[in-house]
């Protein structure tokens, strides 16, 4: 079964707050029911993946001023079939930034986000249900603004705020200076 990796890393995810757990049961249960879940052509939502990019130093998150949300998010994007979420993430991660050399910091999941998107052109009103991973640089920093981002930067984690609103983002920035202080970075 091609969703039972996810469904192991699920059920291995600690929730760092009580969105945590209720996207990880959401996200469960839309994985259990549809077997197409992966696919963009699945037009209730699917499965994407996501990265929360650092910095050597881990003090530094690279954020994308996102074209058509007009707002800065993490990198990632569709899995298109595939249903490893940290390959989906690593190839977002460098498709997105033009940085190749990345390290996984870990392949378990580092967060979990279900937003909706909002209609476009044919494709309807959707979710997008989110799985995020902690990737860092190998020492290059310097990035390549893709077609899908009006801009990306670097941003101070603890500047966050001044960039973003948003709740999940918000989140992975508490979720990731507690668990800064675990790691050897």
């Known amino acids: 079964?091609?969703?039972?990796?996810?469904?192991?890393?699920?059920?291995a995810y600690r929730p760092f707050e009580d969105s945590d757990r209720d996207a990880r049961q959401r996200l469960t249960d839309f994985v259990n029911e549809h077997s197409d879940c992966f696919e963009r052509s699945l037009k209730v939502g699917h499965v994407t993946g996501s990265v929360w990019l650092v910095d050597d130093t881990g003090q530094n998150v690279l954020l994308t001023h996102h074209r058509k949300l007009g707002i800065w998010v993490q990198l990632g994007g569709h899995c298109d079939g595939e249903s490893d979420t940290v390959a989906v993430a690593l190839r977002e991660a460098q498709e997105e930034s033009g940085i190749i050399e990345l390290n996984v910091l870990s392949e378990d999941i580092f967060d979990l986000d279900i937003h909706p998107i909002p209609a476009r052109g044919d494709e309807p009103d959707h979710f997008h249900y989110d799985v995020r991973y902690v990737i860092q640089t190998q020492g290059n920093t310097n990035f390549v603004v893709s077609e899908e981002s009006h801009d990306l930067a670097w941003i101070p984690i603890e500047k966050l705020s001044d960039y973003s609103q948003e709740t999940?983002?918000?989140?992975?920035?508490?979720?990731?200076q507690a668990q800064l202080q675990s790691l050897d970075i």
């Open 1 to 11: 079964m091609h969703r039972k990796s996810l469904l192991e890393k699920l059920a």
């Open 168 to 176: 999940s983002m918000l989140r992975m920035g508490r979720k990731w």
